[in-house]
């Protein structure tokens, strides 16, 4: 019954069709909007850097571990960047917002948000271990480096675990980012349920396929950049990313006559 309900409340949301170049348009207003009110955007950078850095300080020998840690990390880096959804509709709507009021979207009250960010937390956590297990279990030679998981995994014509590896992350990233890539922002803009939000993420997903699909190889390509800058690449890459991530919420659901925005 539940989902049912569910299913009908997405339906209140029309689906707009965007073109495959759309992509490069939200990385455009991303970018505007870090431009105009960077400190947030930045602050949540820098603190997304930090804590890639403790990982690597942590694990830095078992790279075995640190493969999947750093891939799991883009399943939940959308629920840590709603704070910025925020600001990017605050400019959208011709207001400043703060850092302060942005991380207030994080207050208890909204628990929708909260149980979506402990749901990507799960799966990121199911992929880290799995990651984790498959590359212990079946790389010829221990991975502690990254020069091991090149030469082992990468590298290593006698296998196809690196093929594997790649086609299992994706077989579980996908539906991970069908029900996260509109849903995060809806979650913040509308009062919503967690499942009418998925449904709509998943409507928007059929209806864009193509688009979608080059936006979800851009946020890899761009985050894995960052990473590859010494880490420092994730400072500007990950509020332009969120950023833009708003705006592809505003081109493919269109709430005109939805119920009203939450404050």
Not at 175 to 185: C, G, K, L, Q
Not at 206 to 223: D, F, T
Not at 243 to 260: C, K, N
């Amino acid at each position: 019954m539940e989902r049912m309900r569910a299913a009908a409340e997405s339906e209140r949301y029309r689906i707009r069709e965007v073109p495959l170049t759309q992509p490069l348009r939200w990385l455009a207003r991303g970018a505007g909007d870090l431009a105009r009110c960077p400190l947030p955007g930045l602050a949540h950078g820098l603190a997304a850097s930090a804590f890639a850095a403790v990982l690597l300080g942590i694990a830095h020998d078992q790279f075995w571990l640190l493969s999947g840690a750093f891939t799991g990390f883009l399943i939940v880096a959308p629920i840590v960047a709603t704070a910025l959804y925020r600001i990017s509709r605050g400019l959208q709507q011709g207001r400043r917002t703060t850092l302060a009021q942005a991380l207030s979207v994080w207050w208890p009250r909204d628990e929708r948000l909260v149980v979506f960010g402990a749901l990507l937390a799960l799966a990121g956590t199911g992929w880290v271990l799995t990651s984790a297990a498959l590359i212990t279990g079946y790389a010829p030679a221990p991975v502690e480096r990254p020069a091991d998981f090149l030469r082992h995994v990468v590298l290593n014509e006698e296998t196809l675990l690196f093929e594997f590896w790649l086609l299992l992350g994706g077989v579980m990233a996908a539906p991970v980012f069908a029900s996260a890539v509109i849903a995060i922002p809806m979650l913040l803009d509308r009062p919503v349920s967690v499942m009418t939000a998925v449904f709509t993420s998943w409507r928007v997903v059929m209806h864009n396929p193509a688009p979608l699909a080059l936006w979800a190889g851009m946020l890899l390509a761009l985050s894995a950049l960052g990473m590859m800058a010494a880490l420092v690449g994730l400072i500007p890459v990950v509020p332009w990313l969120a950023h833009a991530s708003w705006h592809a919420y505003q081109d493919m659901v269109d709430t005109e006559g939805a119920p009203l925005e939450r404050p």
